[in-house]
């Protein structure tokens, strides 16, 4: 089945200690992107990556890191999460190419609360 | 960068009647819009997307149109049901330069009562 797989769904953590949220998808697709999903405020992009080994920030980039060392997996680090990183967590991808014109499948979310 | 803004943020219906939601965005240079449904603790799913190069597109009950020159574009949902009261996200993303930014409404939250 085709999908986009996050992990984990939950987690509750504090203040400065780094975590990752891993993103997996099995659909070969050379686009990934990372949001954040607050009340009233949408889905705001965080980082993308167009392929391997290229990556870039969204509109809130701040406080995260991300790598593409490959393919199909796309992880997001926050190397000292802060309260105001708690939010809801989507990772998408979708095939890419040059009109990057293709709708994008999302993972299950991650909700993360940092204390 | 890219703007959309995205309303109204709710709207409550009687089933069986319409529900459109609007959007506007401000760059010029995108050329693909998709809306997203999310139920309630779900990821969000497409339902119906437009390219620039088409006006008006529909899938069932379901149509989006699209104004370039307005820089506009709406999500018109007809005979409603209970089953489509969820939270409907538009988006606008772009190719070529800056490729992969999507920028995406605020949301509606849509109520449709039996």
């Known amino acids: 089945e085709a999908q986009v797989t996050q992990n984990p769904r939950y987690l509750i953590t504090v203040t400065g200690k780094k975590l990752t949220v891993t993103c997996s998808q099995n659909?070969?697709?050379?686009?990934m992107s990372w949001y954040r999903q607050d009340p009233g405020l949408g889905l705001r992009q965080i980082y993308y990556?167009?392929?391997?080994?290229?990556?870039d920030k969204g509109d809130v980039p701040e406080g995260y890191k991300v790598s593409r060392k490959e393919k199909r997996n796309f992880p997001l680090i926050l190397e000292s999460p802060s309260p105001n990183q708690t939010s809801l967590y989507f990772c998408?991808?979708?095939?890419?190419?040059?009109?990057?014109?293709?709708?994008?499948?999302f993972g299950d979310g991650t909700r993360l609360s940092i204390l | 960068g890219e703007n959309v803004e995205q309303h109204p943020s709710t709207l409550s219906v009687q089933e069986g009647d319409s529900a459109v939601i609007k959007c506007t965005y401000s760059?010029?240079?995108?050329?693909?819009f998709p809306w997203y449904k999310q139920e309630l603790g779900k990821r969000p799913q497409l339902i119906i997307d437009?390219?620039?190069?088409?006006g008006e597109k529909k899938d069932q009950r379901i149509a989006v149109t699209l104004n370039k020159t307005a820089k506009h574009f709406s999500l018109h949902i007809t005979e409603t049901q209970p089953e489509d009261s969820a939270v409907y996200f538009c988006?606008?993303?772009?190719?070529?330069?800056?490729?992969?930014?999507?920028?995406f409404g605020d949301g509606t939250t849509l109520t449709v009562k039996p």
């Open positions: 760059d010029s240079a995108s050329n693909y």
């Open positions: 990556s167009m392929n391997v080994e290229v990556t």
């Open positions: 988006a606008a993303s772009r190719g070529s330069t800056n490729a992969g930014k999507s920028t």
């Open positions: 998408a991808s979708n095939p890419g190419g040059p009109l990057f014109d293709q709708p994008q499948h």
């Open positions: 437009i390219r620039s190069n088409v």
């Open positions: 659909m070969n697709h050379e686009y």
